[in-house]
């Protein structure tokens, strides 16, 4: 989901942002760059659902899972359905305003996205300055209902202007459109984001969720025996959710495996591949990957190191998102450390009631009749979203995001046919090409002022760009201040390095000079 984990948003905690002068001056001052190169290629380069590909390994162990999970008998087909969007643009009102994110949140900023509309990009600032004020006073408990998101449409264009999605939670109200009541979904994201071993601009995210009808909640109380009896709606809806997605991680923790267990998968000591923890109070039969398991009937090894799996596992009340309250994160200890696996949460009402009815300004949930599903019995649902990049790096061991996007057949072989098996090895790393340095040292002070004044996110961008995606670090070394003059200066250290060639000095002079012209003909500063 949006702002969940790397599988979301960077500023995930609802940081709204009402004057910021650094926001202000970011979207005035940014220019219509439309998409580089280097993620134009990756568009529709997708790594989800590519089965010899790790990426497309963890979709497709999330998929069984869900295909399994929530039957109501061995035999029955009512699973999650499975959708791989398409990787092209979405309007601005699904990407921000259905899923209720504050018009002034600085996760719609230019700077933050890939708008593909110039028009957009250069009246944003005066739109924010002119017409979002306007807009905002407006807006009843800070959410936002139909007639404001058509509103939205209306003055700012935000049902025709387009953006490359920003996370896949932007098929959401499709999905919802479409009456449906539960499904997993996934699809590539773009982020203005820099590139290093952590970050990629290009990603895949997997979405899950979930409606429960007041039959179905009923059900899940009954179940709960004398505890559900005194549980609100809410409370039996984050608990399933909250069992749902314990049972997930541990299912795939217990996939992790090592290398070597390719040719030992039939000798498993034990099948975990399709046990619940019950979370629907409804146990499935003992069955292996179906039509997605190449080989057949085989049982799945298990990596014994996950043993006492609950102790790996902590979640975190203590966050937000747009677009669900309550809202939680789970978190797996990997070595000493806990890593944030994925966010989820409660899907706000409003969401649901806005697209479930033609006149949201009734506060039930929903009365009209969508798709197959009586609106009418619609009490709320939940949400979660996962980061394959992150999941994959975290399962894996893998410490370089770079590395799925390569073609080095020493990362790809790895994974090769694994998931005949419905397992994930853990990554062998190999001999790295070497880096190469170069370090910047300016005053900040220059003698034309009529140049932009240094501004690190800028100077960031501009090495990416210009490096391509040999930019493996940016590090400030150094701040300076002379002292006779006065003046301050930074050093800045620039890691080159390629993940599947090495890198000669001579090459990297070319980069790095094409670097520093631009940067030196952009900002007001002088370098040392």
């Known amino acids: 989901m949006a702002f969940f984990s790397s599988c979301v948003m960077r500023h995930s905690s609802q940081l709204l942002i009402q004057n910021s002068p650094r926001t202000q001056r970011l979207a005035g001052a940014h220019a219509y760059t439309g998409i580089p190169d280097y993620v134009r290629s990756k568009i529709g380069r997708r790594l989800d659902t590519n089965r010899d590909h790790p990426v497309g390994q963890a979709a497709e162990m999330i998929k069984h899972f869900f295909r399994t999970q929530h039957r109501h ?116 994201v773009f982020r203005r984001d820099s590139i290093d071993a952590k970050h ?67 000798e498993a000591a034990e099948n975990s591949g399709s046990k619940t923890d019950g979370c629907d109070a409804l146990p499935l039969s003992n069955t292996d990957y179906d039509n997605h398991v190449e080989a057949g009937n085989v049982n799945v090894p298990v990596n014994t190191e996950h043993a006492g799996e609950d102790e790996l596992l902590k979640w975190d009340s203590d966050t937000s998102f747009p677009f669900t309250d309550p809202s939680l994160e789970l978190y797996v200890k990997l070595e000493n450390d806990f890593v944030e696996i994925l966010g989820c949460g409660k899907l706000k009402d409003v969401i649901i009631r806005n697209i479930l009815r033609t006149d949201s300004r009734d506060e039930s949930v929903g009365q009209a009749d969508s798709g197959n599903q009586d609106t ?129 000095n001579a090459f990297v002079n070319e980069i790095h000079q094409r670097a520093l012209d631009r940067i030196t003909d952009t900002f007001n500063i002088e370098l040392r």
């Open 73 to 188: 008998s061995p035999d029955s087909e009512d699973g999650f359905p499975y959708i791989a969007f398409d990787s092209v643009p979405v309007t601005i009102r699904d990407n921000f305003d259905e899923l209720q994110v504050p018009l002034n949140h600085v996760s719609r900023d230019p700077s933050e996205n890939f708008y593909t509309s110039k028009q957009y990009v250069q009246g944003y600032a005066r739109q924010r300055a002119e017409v979002y004020p306007r807009i905002l006073s407006q807006s009843r408990n800070a959410s936002y209902d139909r007639w404001m998101i058509n509103r939205m449409a209306d003055e700012l264009g935000h049902s025709v202007h387009t953006v490359l999605p920003t996370h896949t939670t932007s098929h959401l109200p499709e999905l919802l459109r479409r009456g449906l009541t539960r499904a997993i979904y996934s699809g590539q």
């Open 376 to 504: 009418s019995e619609i009490v709320g649902g939940w949400a979660f979203g996962i980061g394959l990049e992150r999941l994959v790096m975290t399962l894996s061991r893998i410490t370089d995001i770079r590395q799925f996007w390569e073609d080095d057949e020493r990362f790809l072989r790895q994974y090769r046919d694994f998931h005949r098996y419905g397992t994930m090895p853990i990554f062998k790393p190999y001999s790295r090409n070497p880096a190469v340095v170069r370090d910047i040292s300016f005053y900040l002070d220059g003698a034309d002022a009529t140049k932009q004044a240094f501004d690190e996110v800028d100077f960031r961008g501009i090495l990416e760009e210009l490096s391509r995606e040999y930019v493996e670090d940016v590090t400030q070394l150094s701040e300076f201040v002379h002292p006779k003059t006065g003046r301050r200066s930074l050093c800045y250290r620039v890691t080159y390095r390629a993940m599947g060639e090495n890198l000669t």
């Open 200 to 266: 990629y601009p290009v990603f895949h995210q997997l979405d899950g969720f979930r409606l429960f009808t007041r039959e179905e909640l009923e059900n899940l109380r009954h179940d709960s025996g004398i505890e559900g009896a005194t549980l609100s709606d809410e409370q039996l809806i984050m608990d399933n959710l909250r069992c749902t997605l314990q049972s997930l991680v541990k299912y795939l923790l217990r996939r992790v495996v090592s290398a070597d267990m390719r040719s030992n998968a039939s």
